[in-house]
């Protein structure tokens, strides 16, 4: 339309074609329209973005199984170890761009193709062996059930148990105490049985037994005695009784406090007393009879020992473990104490909780570099299970100063394993010498191996469920799971265990080397973008299942607010990361991913610099009273695989380290938020401005993943599970 064709027409039909031109104007410049123009390119995109995090989420598992963390367990969870990947990211980016200026690309070609050749491997190899590896497993079924006779007790060691049955009548009342050991096991009947009276107190009394190396030392109110805890021999007797004034026989000692605790160590008895107090007695070298108390203490008045008793152990020669429901402690025992006047039991270590302690152990550490048979009693680990699910442990140092000797272990990692601990137990199933655990909730047993605590297999467990046992005979493997009145057992076999360590077959590693060499000859002979986007996605794939598994989601999440921070400076700021762009467009290598517009676009052919696209000026369309007839468009969308891998190790971070029950759900949320960033970030794309894509994308993550947490695990997903 020309000036003179507008001025020659009158006011009205001129006012409406320039409102008319106004219109078309306006849609052709507004972000709805440009993005429509370019939606063949965005779904690409999408498409690209999702299904590189969904091949990372495929190929996880043989990452998992072969425990190929970057940095190691511990590492999953230090700080340092991000910051040293930024420094990478850092020395990199300056390395390429330095060597582009001083125009070295032919070394920048090569070497670069010559890491992707590798990176290509850490997915093709996992790939062909995920298409050939069977991870589902066998479930544990029980094939025995027996009874026993009376009421569990405590465990005894890390293969066998104890049992109660007050047996006789008021006249003749005994505590009958029996022993099961793995061999007796499989006979269905005890190793042995040790009767003892308990006149003169009654049957509303109750027993209680302390664990030392050898033997155990009961008391039943009205007697303390020790039996060997091997053969079941009566050892020691002492009475706790006496007869009043009136010739009446009465329970407890003569100077008035009961008998409801006792352990024998060093030279003498320590007796606990309802009433919170501990008394030494020293053993007489001449009649073994317990001399008139040596020295005398207090206890916290929250210590109980009647229905909140769990267990008692002597964990070394002065050192006695005390767990009720509300603590776990360790005493110092001592033959004399440092004044006259009242005094508190000394007490090394305590771990006290508003929640209600239901389990405990102590034994070898899972995280000791020694063998079991190499202990020499000076370092034990212990551990506490809770109603609420939390499991908590400490190592133990014998060697240190007497405050120092009880460190917390940060390498339980087992949070949300059980809604509510039933027993928690040292064991070594696979007699290797190093301790693993078995964590038992209401429903389930797990067997976590080694230090990382993976769980190689799971056994279902009733509600009257109490404790399990490994026993090894004849190089076959049973289970049996004690319940409050039977024993059921069952034979684990090799297809029961998850898959453990590196699983590389001749077949599926030869074809994955294969395909990741032909790959890159193609790329290299035919750059075009869909060679380009096979080989980005392949490897964008693997650097975020590796990155993924190697930390935790507070390091990721941390990790991706440094580097969208950077990002933006590189791209508004120094501008250096378009220049870093250009140099891999123009090598035409896949540290990014193309979406076309158009079928007739041929990567090869790009020659946009993305430094000309930070200032794109909107041009005025010519007016023009015939409809427009669009041309092809020969243009394409770019993403650095940076701008998927960080949002996707989030996503990757999730699955791998939180709670099974909700780590996929909270991953999802976590993708779900990425696309919501990228469907932020199209709006300025659209416009043919050059944007920093890690602000968007990974704050989309991150908010998702959050919303996610809170939704599915509470407070709980801002407990980041870091260190420095």
């Known amino acids: ?295 005398h203490w207090v206890l916290p008045s929250y210590i109980s020992y009647g229905s909140g008793f769990i267990e008692a152990t002597q964990i070394s020669e002065d050192r006695l473990l005390l767990v009720t429901d509300k603590t776990a402690m360790v005493m110092v025992l001592k033959e004399t104490k440092e004044s006259l006047t009242n005094e508190l039991m000394p007490i090394e270590f305590e771990y006290f909780t508003e929640e209600t302690l239901t389990a405990a152990d102590f034994g070898h550490s899972p995280w000791s570099d020694t063998n079991i048979s190499e202990n020499l009693g000076s370092a034990g680990f212990l551990i506490v299970g809770e109603a609420n699910g939390n499991v908590t442990g400490w190592e133990w140092d014998g060697t240190k100063t007497v405050t120092n000797q009880f460190t917390l272990q940060e390498k339980m990692n087992v949070a949300g394993l059980v809604d509510s601990v039933v027993q928690v137990q040292i064991t070594d199933l696979d007699d290797s010498g190093y301790t693993d655990l078995l964590i038992s909730g209401t429903a389930e047993s797990y067997w976590l191996h080694t230090q990382l605590l993976k769980n190689r297999i799971s056994f279902s467990v009733g509600e009257e469920f109490v404790h399990g046992i490994f026993v090894s005979t004849d190089s076959v493997d049973s289970f049996y799971a004690v319940s409050s009145t039977d024993v059921s057992s069952g034979i684990i076999t090799d297809d029961m265990y998850t898959l453990d360590g590196l699983q590389l077959y001749d077949i599926p590693f030869f074809v994955g080397v294969f395909i990741a060499l032909l790959l890159m000859v193609l790329l290299y002979v035919h750059s075009e973008w869909y060679v380009v986007n096979t080989v980005g996605i392949l490897v964008g794939a693997g650097v975020i299942v590796m990155l993924g598994v190697a930390f935790v989601p507070g390091l990721i999440m941390i990790f991706m607010i440094l580097a969208a921070v950077y ?40 020659k946009t610099r993305m430094v000309d696209k930070v200032e794109v000026p909107q041009q ?51 993708l779900a938020g990425s696309l919501l960033g990228y469907l932020a970030l199209m709006t300025y794309v ?39």
């Open 1 to 295: 339309m020309s000036d003179a064709e507008v001025l020659g027409s009158s006011p009205e039909s001129a006012e409406a074609k320039f409102v008319q031109l106004e219109q078309e104007l306006v849609q052709e410049t507004s972000v709805i329209a440009l993005m429509k123009d370019q939606m063949t390119s965005m779904f690409g995109m999408v498409f690209m973005f999702i299904i590189t995090i969904v091949l990372a989420l495929y190929i996880r598992p043989w990452y998992d199984v072969a425990e190929l963390h970057a940095f190691g367990e511990a590492g999953a969870t230090q700080v340092r170890f991000i910051f040293l990947e930024l420094v990478m990211i850092f020395i990199f980016t300056a390395v390429v761009i330095a060597l582009a200026r001083y125009k070295k690309e032919w070394i920048i070609k090569y070497g670069i193709m010559g890491v992707l050749t590798i990176a290509l491997m850490y997915t093709t190899v996992p790939l062909m062996h995920m298409l050939v590896i069977d991870f589902e497993v066998e479930e544990f079924d029980y094939q025995e059930t027996f009874s026993y006779g009376g009421d569990y007790v405590s465990d005894l060691g890390m293969d066998g148990f104890l049992t109660h049955e007050l047996i006789g009548n008021f006249t003749n009342w005994e505590d009958s105490l029996s022993y099961y050991s793995p061999s007796s096991l499989s006979t269905k009947q005890a190793q042995w049985t040790t009767n003892f009276s308990r006149l003169p107190a009654g049957d509303f009394e109750v027993m209680r037994v302390v664990e030392s190396e050898n033997y155990l030392t009961l008391t039943n109110t009205a007697w303390i005695w020790t039996i060997n805890s091997q053969s079941g021999a009566i050892e020691n007797v002492f009475p706790c009784h006496y007869q009043d004034d009136q010739g009446v026989l009465q329970t407890g000692m003569p100077n008035g406090y009961s008998c409801d605790l006792a352990v024998m160590a060093l030279d003498g008895v320590f007796i606990f007393s309802k009433t919170g107090e501990v008394y030494y007695h020293v053993i007489s070298p001449n009649t073994g009879a317990l001399l008139p108390p040596q020295a």
């Open 567 to 606: 990002d933006a400076w590189a791209v508004y700021r120094s501008k250096h990361m378009l220049e870093l762009a250009d140099t891999m467009i123009g090598l035409q290598l896949p540290i990014l991913l193309v979406a076309p517009q158009d079928k007739g676009y041929s990567f090869k052919d790009e």
């Open 686 to 724: 659209a416009r043919g401005k050059a944007q920093a894509g890690l602000p968007l994308l990974n704050g989309g993550a991150i908010v998702g993943y959050l919303i996610g947490g809170l939704i599915f695990m509470g407070s709980e997903i801002f407990n980041l599970g870091i260190s420095l």
């Open 620 to 670: 005025m369309p010519q007016m023009s009273s015939k409809k427009v007839i669009k041309k092809k468009n020969s243009e394409a969308l770019f993403m650095g695989l940076g701008d998927i891998i960080f949002p996707g190790m989030l996503v990757l971070s999730a699955v791998q380290w939180l709670d099974s029950d909700n780590s996929f759900a909270i991953a999802m949320f976590a």
